[in-house]
């Protein structure tokens, strides 16, 4: 951090990045922040394409085993998020250390305590029955981006680890109800503006059930040790048809399969953001949600 004039280039080449394709002009100005209802830049594809996915009505899953790039991948979704002043970010990090670096950034960070958890998620839950409620009253299905002027913006939820959770720590009642909370917001709340980034390292049935996996419109299969914890991500059968997280080779990291609705996995490589850019950013995107640039 001790040369500004080298992050303030990070900063602008990865904002460079993540523009649409149609602000790629020359003539196009320098955003001063991001839009949550804009395509996301997660990365290249075998052929060098710029790969982008638009969160807003999706939700998205990120699995694969430690070491792979799992965290590195979650950090590009965050980090549009943070810097899109059109939501509010929501963040569940029972490390502390991985989301803990956009933390500033959050409306709401939650920690390893689990009744905090299950706290948050239900106020999430309260949230979009409220917005449930308004669509009904003035009859409409989904929430857009003019009622961000009425406060109902979308609010994104990202767990980092969601096994710490659901599996590891609390009761077995605690874990069953944090678990029932989330599945309930990954169903209901893409309509209301609730989107869930959920990402763990323990890609098995009993923390990814096919009841829940197949709620999410993305699934990021990085590498994993078998073809069954690759299908349990991506969907059953993929691996037979070729399509397998396990054929990843150990020092491919960031390299993944990025299933998105209605198409076929298809092989990209993570953009990188170290921990230096990603204080930069998040600053940034602190000082953007205050009302300020630095």
């Given amino acids: 951090m001790s040369d500004p004039t080298r992050l303030r280039a990070l900063l602008h080449d990865w904002l460079d990045a993540i523009r649409t394709p149609a602000a790629l002009c020359d003539d196009a100005p320098e955003p001063s922040a991001l839009s949550i209802w804009d395509p996301i830049h997660l990365g290249v594809d075998e052929h060098g394409h710029p790969v982008h996915v638009t969160l807003a009505y999706r939700n998205m899953l ?10 590195v991948g979650l950090n590009l979704p965050v980090g549009h998020a943070a810097l899109s002043t059109d939501c509010d970010l929501w ?10 670096l956009w933390r500033t950034c959050a409306e709401r960070f939650v920690g390893p305590d689990l009744d905090d958890a299950i706290t948050a998620c239900q106020d999430l839950q309260a949230e979009m029955d409220r ?7 003035h009859r409409r299905r989904k929430i857009t981006p003019d009622d961000a002027a009425h406060g109902f913006r979308p609010k994104v939820g990202v767990f980092d680890e969601v096994a710490y959770y659901s599996a590891t720590v609390g009761t077995k009642t605690q874990r069953e109800t944090f ?3 989330v599945r309930d917001l990954v169903a209901r709340g893409r309509a209301a503006g609730i989107i869930v980034v959920a990402a763990t390292q323990r890609p098995s049935s009993d923390i990814i059930p096919t009841s829940l996996r197949d709620l999410f419109g993305y699934r990021w299969a990085f590498r994993c040790t078998t073809d069954s914890s690759s299908d349990i991500v991506l969907g059953a059968g993929w691996a037979t048809r070729g399509h397998t997280a396990a054929a990843i080779a150990p020092e491919d990291k960031g390299v993944g399969l990025l299933l998105a609705e209605g198409g076929e996995p298809r092989r990209i490589k993570s953009a990188y953001l170290s921990d230096e850019q990603v204080y930069a950013l998040a600053d940034r995107a602190t000082a953007l949600r205050a009302g300020s640039t630095p």
């Fill in 62 to 71: 990120l699995a694969g085993e430690p070491g792979a790039g799992k965290s």
């Fill in 91 to 100: 963040l569940f990090d029972g490390k502390l250390v991985e989301l803990g």
């Fill in 131 to 137: 917005r449930y409620d308004l669509l009904d009253t």
């Fill in 179 to 181: 678990s029932v909370l």
